[in-house]
């Protein structure tokens, strides 16, 4: 549905975009991942159109962006990091001017209209002034004026930027139920691991303008090989656990009454290690398993932390 080979933008002596190329199947969530000035919201604005790739080709549908963008735009839906919705005009009114700019006729408007205010839950709302409303309805907002149009595919950059938890949890449902519901393809930009972790199918890093790994969250978290199991117990002092040195072990820490063991397949040596344990006589008061995160896969590539960067901006 998304294919784009090779872009790169520049804004001056500014490389905001080096060479990324990425495909996106139909129907699925694709989320770009990286800290602010990583290149995500130049790379969107190159794939629904609004800019001009310095080189390289963007496919939508099979359609050209700088050939066809006619055609392109007539198939995308796409929703802004900074929100332009108008604060004088009601919910319903924003809709329907909206239908109006894509020539939907008086009533299509009424009926697409009604349809996307019920599914984004804001029919309540909908003859209220925006300037009333929260950040959260008017991300909702904003997704129901895409909607509208019915787009195969929808680009949504930085789609929960402000939105305190509760609400981006509800815009995370909403995005899930399109896919599920109405099989859209969806690209979205994020600097939250969270988010992308939650919602995507595939995931690619982007740093410096760079595409630095790409893949589904499992197996980028996979490729970490590592999870990190703590025992605590009445260890002896001086304990050290006999598989130490076994291929699956990638570190062993040991603190006084706590034991912490890195291990590859981490679920699959629980049992290993309480065997182990036991026939050291060590009897086991808790063990817990945390399995490394996206974050730390970030880390892993790029060297710095995402949240580091936010702070920065
Ligand atoms: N219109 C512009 N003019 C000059 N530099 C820009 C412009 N837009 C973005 N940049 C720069 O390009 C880089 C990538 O920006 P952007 O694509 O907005 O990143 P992100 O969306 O990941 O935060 C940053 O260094 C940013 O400062
Ligand atoms: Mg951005």
């Known amino acids: ?10 804004y001056g002596s500014i490389a905001a975009v080096r060479d990324v190329s990425l495909t996106v199947a139909p129907a ?13 919201s130049t790379t969107i604005h190159m794939l629904t159109t609004l800019l001009t790739p310095d080189s390289g080709t963007v496919r939508i549908n099979g359609h050209d962006t700088v050939q066809n963008p006619d055609a392109v735009r007539r198939i995308i839906g796409v929703t802004f990091q900074d929100l ?8 319903r009114e924003c809709l329907d001017y909206a239908g109006r700019l894509y020539n939907l006729d008086r009533s299509l408007r009424r009926q697409r209209i009604s349809e996307v205010l019920e599914l984004v839950e804001l029919g309540a ?15 909702r907002l904003e997704l129901a004026r895409c909607l509208m149009m019915h787009p195969l ?10 939105l305190d938890p ?31 972790e939650t919602l995507a199918d595939t995931v690619g890093i982007i740093d410096n303008g760079l595409m630095v790994r790409e893949g589904t969250p499992d197996a980028l978290i996979g490729a970490l090989g590592s999870a990190y199991i703590r025992v605590t117990a009445a260890f002896p002092a001086g304990y050290v656990p006999g598989f130490g040195t076994e291929a699956w072990v990638t570190m062993v820490d ?18 290993t290690i309480i065997e182990h344990l036991t026939r050291d006589g060590i009897e086991i008061m808790d063990m817990s398993m945390t399995r490394p995160s996206l974050g730390d896969v970030f880390l892993q590539v790029t060297g710095r932390t995402l949240r580091d960067e936010g702070a920065r901006q």
């Open 254 to 271: 040991a603190q006084p009454g706590v034991l912490t063991i890195g291990a590859m397949h981490g679920a699959r040596q629980m049992t």
């Open 1 to 10: 549905m998304i294919d784009a080979l090779n872009l790169t933008k520049s």
């Open 84 to 91: 332009v919705l108008d604060r004088d005009l009601t919910g």
């Open 166 to 196: 509760q609400h981006r949890v509800q815009v995370w449902q909403y995005i899930k139920n399109l896919r599920t519901q109405n099989g859209m393809t969806v690209m979205l930009t994020t600097h939250a691991m969270d988010e992308a």
């Open 125 to 139: 709302a909908a003859d209220r002034l925006t300037g009333t409303y929260s950040g959260g309805m008017k991300r």
């Open 28 to 40: 699925e969530i694709y989320a770009l991942l990286g800290p602010n000035g990583a290149g995500k």
């Open 153 to 162: 595919v929808l680009f949504l950059d930085e789609p929960t930027q402000g």
